[in-house]
């Protein structure tokens, strides 16, 4: 960025233009049009190369105004496992970064600023890479996963290729996870998203301990996947990776203390599902929140960000809990077995689980039975500490 910009002031400036400042912004101009708000972004259009999807029982009717970015939907998914298959009767959306930049860049107009890399960022504003500066009253950041020094986390590591076949793939819906696949480094899956009858979004997944993402051996398994499915890859169209946490304890009013009065959105307030690492519900619940706020204010802004996100880890221990089951009682080459058994109950509690909304019996369903791993190992997982 070899020019300054000029410096401008307005209401409330979004810094990281991914899905929860993205989000946020469009639901801004829809309903709260009094807002004056600029939405900053590194790269050369919003969402970056990421695909972004959700089951359709993860909003309720206050989530319905986000359909409209929806590239793909499905009314079914399936799953595979060494021991188990299913079919589930739940609708699938997927969001590509495409239509997410077309869709919210052509409503805002030159409220999207693109290519501005930030060098800084404080209460008050940002300064960019190539000088100048932009004021705002109100500074939410975006960008990313951040250090989480107060938080102790796994990780969900991927890499997929939107490729064109050579023939039809066959498939008339989703796999969210295919974990019949190689699990000697700990659980792995596939995720594949058939966008049409020759062109698939293929995902190699996996949770790991550590953050390192080595592309080669993902785009290596990508590549092994679709051979062993028959399917003979003409081109791949596009790429995307990512790291995403996998919460497993920690102490959130620390994280928040940390944060010093910033205001944070999406993975960097922690608002994501613990297990899945899906953020797209959240995202929408707090532009919702955001937008409901009688005065949207520094104060309010940063106020409901912390609070709604303190509150919403605390729900959400039990997850927590299956995720250090999943870490630390089972060993990483059986690590599947945890979800191979999950996805044996009935499907309206698998509803619940992804939205995040378990009841206690859910919880109790959860845990019963013949535990997936050794009895001792899970009981010294109970213990969740305050500050990993």
């Known amino acids: 960025?070899?020019?300054?910009?000029?410096?401008?002031?307005?209401?409330?400036?979004?810094?990281?233009?991914?899905?929860?400042?993205?989000?946020?912004?469009?639901?801004?101009?829809?309903?709260?049009?009094?807002?004056?708000?600029?939405?900053?972004?590194?790269?050369p259009r919003l969402g970056g190369q990421h695909t972004w999807s959700f089951f359709e029982s993860d909003l309720d009717a206050d989530g319905q105004w986000v359909l409209p970015l929806v590239s793909r939907s499905w009314d079914h998914y399936q799953v595979r496992f060494p021991k188990r298959q299913r079919r589930i009767s739940n609708g699938y959306r997927s969001i590509t970064s495409e239509n997410f930049s077309t869709v919210i860049e052509g409503m805002l107009g030159d409220r999207v600023m693109l290519g501005a890399s930030v060098s800084s960022i404080d209460f008050t504003g940002v300064d960019f890479d190539g000088g100048g500066r932009l004021s705002a009253e109100i500074v939410i950041d975006g960008r990313g996963p951040t250090d989480f020094p107060d938080l102790t986390l796994g990780y969900q590591k991927f890499l997929g290729q939107t490729v064109h076949l050579s023939a039809e793939h066959g498939l008339d819906g989703p796999i969210i996870m295919d974990a019949t696949v190689d699990q000697k480094s700990g659980y792995r899956f596939v995720y594949v998203l058939p966008w049409d009858e020759r062109t698939l979004l293929i995902e190699d997944t996996r949770y790991t301990d550590h953050e390192d993402l080595d592309p080669a051996d993902f785009r290596a398994g990508v590549g092994s996947y679709a051979a062993s499915q028959g399917w003979n890859i003409e081109a791949v169209l596009a790429e995307e990776q990512g790291v995403l946490p996998v919460a497993l304890e920690g102490d959130i009013d620390a994280h928040w203390r940390r944060a010093a009065g910033h205001a944070m959105s999406g993975l960097r307030a922690a608002l994501f599902h613990p297990t899945t690492g899906y953020s797209l519900p959240d995202a929408v619940r707090l532009a919702n929140s955001i937008c409901k706020l009688p005065e949207i204010s520094r104060v309010t802004v940063e106020k409901l960000i912390r609070e709604q996100s303190i509150s919403t880890w605390r729900r959400r221990g039990f997850f927590r809990l299956l995720n250090r089951m999943l870490f630390r009682a089972a060993k990483p080459e059986e690590r599947y077995r945890v979800l191979q058994r999950f996805y044996g109950l009935r499907e309206p509690l698998m509803e619940r689980f992804y939205a995040g909304r378990l009841t206690p019996f859910d919880k109790v369903r959860i845990v019963s039975g013949v535990p997936p791993v050794p009895i001792l190992a899970a009981i010294r997982c109970l213990p969740e500490r305050a500050n990993a």
């Open 1 to 43: 960025m070899g020019n300054a910009f000029e410096v401008k002031s307005s209401t409330m400036l979004l810094v990281g233009g991914g899905l929860a400042n993205g989000l946020i912004a469009y639901r801004l101009a829809q309903v709260r049009p009094e807002v004056t708000l600029r939405l900053v972004e590194a790269g």
